[in-house]
């Protein structure tokens, strides 16, 4: 299985500021034959289900505002908030699609300082 | 609009059944790649099972030989049996698509299933 990990557990910042969060997973995501990276971002607010970010680690899903981002390749990827609103407050999640089981990172808190 | 709204959660003991629904609608559940996805009280999302548009089925280690997902075209709704629950699948049961692949656009609301004696 590949395992997700997901750094830092928490992080506040100031609003307007910019947040970054890393993904790491234990084997590669990257699929050759396309060339794309089998990795997605999603947000959970509290009491809600979780909504769909970025897919193919870098690509936003219709609607996702701008100051969300993704990059990375292969094993490492970053989602980064380039200047945090307050409704970005909410946990967030990377998943890895390459190979089943399709699992999750264990999130991360980002709260407003 | 698409739509997903789960069902069938629960209080129930261990070694209980319990069969989750999840209804569509704005788009055919045959045709899109349809998952399970769990999330325990406070902690965090676990993928639990998908069913591919050409029915094949793949499940997570934890529920291997105990979850059976599966879905009704008629009814334009997919389904997670549970058997022998234990404490430990206390969770919510979210319901996700897929289109494609196995990235989820869409999320149901969730059912809450709570297994204790």
């Known amino acids: 299985d590949i395992v997700m990990t997901q750094s830092p557990d928490s992080l506040a910042v100031s609003l307007g500021e910019r947040a970054t969060i890393n993904c790491k997973s234990s084997?590669?995501?990257?699929?050759?034959?396309?060339?794309?990276?089998?990795l997605a971002w999603y947000q959970q607010k509290p009491g809600q289900p979780p909504k769909l970010l970025l897919y193919?680690?870098?690509t936003r899903e219709s609607g996702v505002p701008d100051r969300f981002s993704g990059s990375g390749s292969g094993t490492d990827f970053t989602l980064t908030i380039s200047s945090l609103q307050a409704e970005d407050v909410a946990v967030y999640y990377c998943?890895?699609?390459?190979?089943?089981?399709?699992?999750f990172g264990p999130g991360t808190k980002v709260d407003i300082q | 609009e698409v739509q997903l709204v789960e069902s069938g959660g629960g209080l129930l003991q261990p070694g209980g059944s319990l069969r989750l629904s999840c209804a569509a609608s704005?788009?055919?559940?045959?045709?899109?790649?349809m998952s399970w996805v769990r999330q325990a009280p406070g902690k965090g999302l676990e993928w639990v099972s998908v069913?591919?548009?050409?029915?094949?089925?793949y499940y997570a280690d934890s529920v291997k030989g105990r979850f059976t997902i599966s879905r009704d075209s008629s009814k334009n709704t997919v389904y997670l049996q549970m058997n022998s629950l234990r404490a430990e699948d206390t969770a919510v049961y979210y319901c996700?698509?897929?289109?494609?692949?196995?990235?989820?656009?869409?999320w149901g609301q969730g059912t809450l299933v709570t297994v204790s004696s």
């Open positions: 996700a698509r897929g289109v494609g692949y196995n990235f989820l656009c869409h």
């Open positions: 704005g788009f055919t559940v045959s045709s899109d790649y």
């Open positions: 069913i591919y548009s050409g029915g094949s089925t």
């Open positions: 084997q590669s995501v990257l699929y050759s034959s396309n060339n794309n990276n089998y």
């Open positions: 193919r680690a870098s």
């Open positions: 998943q890895q699609y390459y190979s089943t089981p399709f699992t």
